[in-house]
């Protein structure tokens, strides 16, 4: 079977050929994989909101049901991201070291209602949560964008015990959590939510805080998301020696540490890391945003990157925003892609939604990566599945028409297309 999508024609039945073209070989089985998905968001919850229920149900269903879109591995902010609708966290309370005040209550309104949408419709549903930011009384300075947590011993310990406390919520909510990530994009100072921690910063905290915090609360621990190490000569102090590196030189920290979030610049390190670390599980964290326009050509650039990410190592490939009004920017001005659009009250789904579909319908949990070798094998990813069946994502970046040839059957890939070829598990 073979499934293709061109720019103007989307997830259509593609052709066998006749004749024999390049030839595909599969090679060595590679990392497991766990799954794809989408975050979550409160733009993305008010986006849905304006259908009707009818096709906020279809949307919905699209996504996340096991014979659709079968998205199974998600993410989800704790307390503001950049596309929230306004910054926040849940304990504003100043010196409130036991967290009394702690509260999920302004999740309840919009992030949590879509969360647990996607979760009745996907019984393998496995989430993973990231702060963008602590609590402002945390910080050296009170403002949600920039700055740097402040480290005291007494704010490191309420900061753990803030993490322990969302991750009892949520579970109580219904929501899968099984992967926490302290800090998103720590290398960066941002605009928008943001903190940075330096890698013996973060290590320590995993280690003699945060680690201890969370034993038996039923989620793991991964080294996450850095968006670094940055090629630019000015950030020379986010290489990759001085983040996973340090953390794993950190004993304390290395006991508690069963992964690595890459995103961004952090696709860099994935080499180091699949070399160094290959008992750690490494995650792709949020795939790159795009300016809005949800073009097919940015779709081929997403598809390239998800082959980097499998290639050296990442065992789940998790997209951005889930749904955007059409013109919707994040709360700072960033005019992102999406894998939904709204206007007028009507749905469309971007060709990302289709490159995305095209990698995560058929390839199940626990697949293994499957190496490939040929011509076009730098435009392709292939996984077999748990059953032996196998599974084929392939890019034809040329003008013209191809043909490729994989284990003896023939297909046509149309001028610059992405399709998705199944061989059943007959051997």
Not at 296 to 324: D, I
Not at 370 to 387: Q, R, T
Request: charged residues 25%.
């Amino acid at each position: 079977m073979i499934i293709t999508s061109t720019e103007k024609e989307f997830w259509k039945e593609g052709k066998t050929a006749r004749k024999e073209g390049i030839a595909l070989t599969l090679g060595e089985e590679r990392q497991e994989i766990r799954g794809f998905g989408c975050c979550f968001s409160e733009l993305s919850a008010l986006a849905l909101n304006e259908l009707s229920e009818k096709d906020k149900k279809a949307m919905l269903d699209e996504l996340f049901l096991p014979e659709n879109s079968n998205f199974n591995y998600c993410r989800t902010p704790i307390g503001a991201s950049d596309f929230s609708t306004s910054f926040y966290s849940y304990n504003e309370q100043e010196g409130d070291y036991e967290m009394e005040h702690f509260s999920i209550e302004r999740d309840e309104k919009l992030l949590l209602p879509l969360i647990l949408e996607g979760v009745k419709r996907q019984p393998q549903m496995q989430m993973f949560a990231s702060p963008w930011c602590p609590p402002l009384w945390l910080k050296t300075q009170r403002a949600y964008s920039n700055g740097v947590f402040n480290r005291t011993p007494e704010n490191l310990k309420a900061y753990a015990l803030y993490f322990k406390k969302y991750v009892r919520a949520y579970h109580e909510a219904g929501v899968p959590l099984i992967h926490i990530h302290p800090q998103n994009e720590p290398c960066s100072n941002q605009v928008f939510p943001s903190c940075v921690w330096h890698g013996d910063e973060l290590a320590d905290f995993i280690g003699g805080y945060l680690g201890p915090a969370l034993e038996g609360e039923g989620v793991d621990i991964f080294y996450g998301t850095i968006n670094g190490p940055e090629g630019d000569w000015r950030y020379s102090w986010t290489k990759y020696c001085h983040y996973l590196g340090i953390a794993m030189q950190n004993k304390d920290a290395r006991k508690y540490i069963k992964g690595v979030g890459y995103q961004w610049a952090g696709k860099y390190a994935l080499p180091q890391t699949r070399d160094d670390y290959p008992e750690l599980e490494i995650i792709q964290t949020e795939s790159e945003c795009g300016d809005g326009k949800n073009t097919w050509e940015r779709a081929m650039e997403v598809f390239g990157l998800a082959r980097h990410y499998f290639r050296f190592g990442a065992s789940a490939y998790v997209y951005w925003n889930l749904a955007l009004k059409e013109g919707q920017s994040s709360t700072w001005g960033w005019h992102q892609n999406s894998l939904v659009t709204v206007k007028d009250k009507k749905a469309t789904l971007t060709p990302e939604f289709y490159l995305m579909k095209h990698l995560s319908k058929y390839v199940k949990r626990g697949a293994k990566y499957v190496e490939i070798k040929g011509e076009l094998s730098s435009s392709s990813i292939a996984f077999k599945n748990p059953d032996g069946e196998k599974v084929l994502v392939i890019y034809n970046p040329y003008p013209f028409d191809q043909v490729i040839t994989l284990e003896g059957k023939s297909y046509k890939l149309p001028v610059n297309s992405i399709s998705t070829i199944v061989h059943g598990n007959e051997e």
